[in-house]
């Protein structure tokens, strides 16, 4: 599993929390990792470092990645796991979606309601810990599902609202209705 963010924002990104799940579902999925990806807070890569090194080798951190590489570092996971506080739209779960990697998402923030819950996307209540968890362990479990239900949205064009031409059409659309 990966997660992203800027490391100055892992309060709201509930990194902590992220963490604490990783560890919890890999007691029932002993080969599950996550791995967080994000730069540009000492104190915090510091602060998160200590959680990640109590997870049991559960999590790490693998500092930033670079944008051009960030498509094909999502796509080699199982899934993206966001748990955000407070999430506007949140662009890394198109990047995921259109690199092929599964997302979850908090309900009621992000792309909650873009998708079906359960098929290419899982909603979780981020305040709710066990429920992280518990996504995580289908997550991991379930990767060859999900992400064959992902790969056929893709083919039916039902990611087409996430791609330049999509968000363009939207637009003009939008435009001429006004």
């Known amino acids: 599993l990966r ?3 800027h490391l100055a924002g892992h309060a709201n ?4 929390l992220l963490l604490r ?3 919890a579902a890999a007691r029932e999925v ?18 998160l470092s200590r ?13 930033p990645v670079a944008h051009g590489a960030m498509a094909d570092w999502l796509h080699g996971a199982a899934a993206l796991v966001l748990a955000s506080r407070r999430e506007s739209y949140g662009m ?9 990697t599964p997302a979850m998402h908090p309900a009621g923030a992000g792309i909650d309601g873009y998708f079906e819950d359960g098929g290419a996307v899982l909603r979780v209540d981020a305040s709710d810990e066990a429920a992280v968890a518990a996504a995580f362990v289908r997550l991991a479990r379930e990767e060859g ?8 949205l893709q083919a039916s064009g039902g990611l087409r609202p996430l791609t330049r ?10 435009l001429a209705q006004a």
């Open 3 to 5: 997660s992203a963010f």
């Open 13 to 16: 990104k509930n990194a902590a």
């Open 21 to 23: 799940a990783a560890a």
């Open 30 to 47: 002993p080969d599950l990792r996550l791995e967080i990806a994000g730069g540009g807070d000492a104190g915090a890569y510091a602060a």
């Open 51 to 63: 959680l990640a090194e109590a997870s049991g080798g559960a999590a790490r951190l693998v500092g």
């Open 92 to 100: 890394v779960f198109a990047e995921a979606l259109l690199a092929g």
């Open 145 to 152: 599902a999900f992400k064959a239900r992902l790969a056929a």
């Open 165 to 174: 031409e999509g968000i363009a059409e939207t637009y003009r659309a939008a």
